[in-house]
């Protein structure tokens, strides 16, 4: 919960900066048009978080794995302890 709620919250910000700005623009706009903007923030937000938690679990195993280095010429195991 301590991942998800803070990204939430900047979610709903965006979404609610976004409907300012049409209300502000476009004063007649459809209802729709809120929930296709809330709908697209809600996307991006799914995609940039989850992707951003990938790369700190990636990063997170690299630095586990820290204590290997890669031997490229060997012909068995390229994993090699580090000295």
Request: charged residues 20%; aromatic residues 12%; positive net charge.
């Amino acid at each position: 919960m301590t991942y998800l709620l803070p990204r939430a919250v900047v979610v709903l910000i965006a979404w609610g900066m976004t409907c300012g700005l049409i209300r502000t623009l476009w004063p007649a706009a459809d209802p729709m048009i809120f929930g296709v903007a809330g709908a697209c923030w809600a996307l991006g937000g799914f995609a940039y978080f989850g992707y951003l938690r990938k790369l700190r679990r990636d990063i997170e195993e690299l630095e586990r794995n820290r204590r290997f280095r890669i031997n490229p010429g060997a012909t068995e195991s390229p994993l090699v302890p580090a000295e």
